[in-house]
């Protein structure tokens, strides 16, 4: 049997990082930075106005109250700003470009509002209120740096800067295959012996959630000749196929039977959920795509996803931490746990006790219980029992 890090190791070597690409900022959300971003800009691109107010020189504001004729009238957006007259003020608005010569803002508050003339009553010291060219961001500086995971404010000051696009590694193309002749698309109705197709899915949700982009093939039937015939398909689009289902010890193990002897490489995981797994290249003539092959139980999909697969793509595609945030916690009840194998079992976390709660128990089939925990916990190779108040490793997975 492979420990889980020998599995999640031949995994993780499948998948090579993700080339860079220019991405639009509507899809960068969540992307990693392939290259340094430098500005070609300054920001604020030119001096201007904190406030709605008064434009002046500080010096025609230095015995108050005073009133001072308006000599013009700047809204943002305004390109043709004279210099400010001497002995004048310029009604000027937020965002609005600063009048040469103007040293101070006086917010309209501390004035009679006057569009010809205005009476000001106090002003601010000089340089108040003005917001100074450059004073964010100067023009070939680094704003943000290489692999740095971009969020909505990283959108943000990309936008403000002018980039329609961001050079980013781009996202993992996955093809999600469920295999299984019992298998139905939900929404169509269930015949006997027949159930709802859930793996795919909820595996591509997971997938997408960090940023893969995901097709989904639908139960391809337990036929070794349809399997191969997608693969053959999906090996140019795809830089990586994850099957569901199909690679257990029964007969009619279509993936096992399609794949065996074409470059993947079936194995017993010492874990559990999850044991039967399976890793490696499939050759369709002169190129090769990675395929991962997890097993069928929804359960047990799921949590391979999160062993192995979560943690591969988000190294793909350049993320600095791959890994789901941990922490530790005692558990609430005594549990039993195979010897030899790795137990992930779902749970739930108490944030004010600060506990972890065994969800439903180790079954591959709960999927319920799988919808209703919001971390894993793990119970080592070596522990067959645990007590309430022993404490667990717990991944948390909201
Ligand atoms: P298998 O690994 O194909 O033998 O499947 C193991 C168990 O998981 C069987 O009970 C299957 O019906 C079930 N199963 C396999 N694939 C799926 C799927 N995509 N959605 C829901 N259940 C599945
Ligand atoms: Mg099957």
Redesign the pocket.
Known sequence: MRTVEEHARVIAALLGPTPAALIPLAAADGLVLADDLVANIDLPPFANSAMDGYAVRSVDVANLPVTLPVSQDIPAGRTDTAPLAAGTAARIMTGAPLPDGADVIVQVERTDGGAERVRIDSAPAAGVHVRTRGEDVTSGSVVLRAGTVIGPQQIGVAAALGFAELSLRRPLRVLVL???S??VEPGKPLGPGQ??????PMLAAGMSAIGAHVTVEH?VADDVDALRAVLAQAAAEHDLVVT?????A?AY?VVKDALTGHGIEFAKVAMQPGMPQGAGRYAVGDRSVPIVTL????VSSYVSFEVFLRPAIRAAMGHPDITRPTITAPLTTALTSPVGKRQFRRGHVDTVAGTVAPWGGPGS?LLAWLAGADCMFVVPEDVDHLDAGDEVEVWLLS
């Open positions: 469920s295999t299984g019992e298998l159930i709802y197709e859930s793996n795919a139960f569901s289902g199909g690679v257990s029964g193990e097993p069928g139980n929804p089939h």
